[in-house]
């Protein structure tokens, strides 16, 4: 029998101090044996965003906690990992490095190898860990922090198609539920508002479609946001729930089509590689919302594509992602050491042009 292959992970580059255990008997599918993730929403909550150095500090006091409990709930021993991988970026530099400390002291001390992760890459790789499926598949990485077209070619191979120039959609959400007054994160309070709410009553623009390829924007739709409520506060001195619920269906509808049209668009150039079993996949935390979600699944439908959206818990940060990237790059014979830096900006695709902006966790990609 193949001998298994049990990797740690540790992720800590945004607001989530994360560690997990995977391991592969052979060909046989990967599997989660722990994944825990302490999540430090509680010490943000009050600044209205992620204060990167109060992550710092929050990753550095509990990483060690977090690995402990992963590998106590995993059932395993230090002893049993075969090699430590850690997210070296791109994020929070403070965060990051509270991981990449704590990953080459492992190292260090057990002897064990390190491996890097770029945590665009976990997310990328997600759909090979759920779902078994072959390179090359199209991923669309939507969440606060990160919006882009990947097209995934293997373990260190990835072609970015487009993205956006500015604001991540998340953000997008969060800051419209800022204006709205309602509770963060925005995009689960936007979404449950829009649920009862008129998409045609308010014109929102759909920015950038008319300009060709797969990049996006989505700061001038909150912009849109900012000037409809004030004109509505300015006719009858304040919003109703309707206009609440219309404001946010509008602003859904026009996000949902300009992630539905951008993906037709890079499905064709993805669909040119002639791939044998063409999938769709999306990660990330906007990947929740049910209309964008059904809106890309009829999109991948249209295109006879297959469309993965791995379950929320592995969508949005988590270290499952980062062990099991380890875990393919530990096949392929790439290994770190000690000279492993830890990384505030690291495009996964170093040849195409950077993209402007970022995402208010500052992951810059
Ligand atoms: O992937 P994630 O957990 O963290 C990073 O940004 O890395 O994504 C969080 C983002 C937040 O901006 C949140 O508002 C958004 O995902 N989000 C949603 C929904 N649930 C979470 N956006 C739209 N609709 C949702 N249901
Ligand atoms: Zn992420």
Redesign the pocket.
């Known amino acids: 029998m193949a001998k298994a292959l049990t990797i740690l992970g540790l992720e800590s580059s945004?607001d989530d101090t994360a560690a997990a255990v995977v391991r592969q008997c052979g060909s046989e599918p990967a599997e989660i044996m722990s994944s825990i993730v302490l999540g430090q929403a509680d010490l943000h909550a009050a600044f209205g965003g992620v204060v990167p150095e109060i992550a710092a500090r929050a990753h550095a006091e509990k990483i060690d906690i977090c690995v402990k409990q992963a590998l106590m709930r995993a059932g395993v021993a230090l002893s049993d990992v075969d090699a430590i991988a850690v997210t070296a970026g791109p994020g929070l530099i403070g965060g990051v490095l509270a991981g990449v400390m704590c990953a080459k002291g492992l190292a260090v001390g057990t002897g064990l190898p390190l491996i890097g992760v770029n945590h665009l890459a976990g997310h990328a790789l997600t759909p090979r860990l759920t779902d078994q499926i072959d390179y090359p598949y199209l991923m669309l990485l939507v969440?606060?922090?990160?919006c882009q077209f990947l097209l995934v070619q293997g373990t260190d191979s990835f072609t970015r198609l487009g993205g956006t120039i500015d604001d991540a959609p998340?953000?997008a959400?969060?800051k419209t539920a800022r204006l709205l007054g309602l509770p963060q994160?925005?995009?689960?309070s936007?979404?449950a508002e829009a649920r009862s709410g008129d998409a045609a009553r308010y014109a929102f623009p759909r920015p950038l479609l008319d300009r060709e390829g797969c990049d996006m924007s989505f700061s001038g739709l909150k912009t849109a946001l900012l000037r409809m409520r004030d004109r509505v506060v300015a006719e009858k001195g304040g919003l109703t729930p309707a206009d609440r619920a219309d404001l946010c269906a509008g602003f859904q509808m026009a996000v949902a089509d300009v992630l539905a049209e951008k993906t037709r668009r890079a499905l064709r150039l993805y669909l040119a590689h002639q791939p044998a079993a063409p999938v769709l996949a999306v990660a990330?935390?906007?990947a929740?919302?049910s209309l964008i979600r059904n809106k890309l699944e009829s999109v991948a439908a249209e295109n006879g594509v297959r469309f993965i959206a791995p379950p929320l818990s592995l969508?949005?940060?988590n270290a499952a992602m980062i062990a099991y990237v380890g875990l393919e790059r530990y096949r392929a014979g790439l290994r770190d050491d000690l000279t492993l830096i830890a990384r505030p900006r690291w495009p996964l695709d170093s040849a195409s042009p950077a993209l402007l902006g970022s995402?208010k966790?500052g992951a810059k990609a």
């Open positions: 945004c969440s606060g922090g990160h998340g953000e959400f969060d994160p925005g995009g689960p936007v979404e990330g935390g906007v929740a919302n969508c949005t940060d995402g966790k």
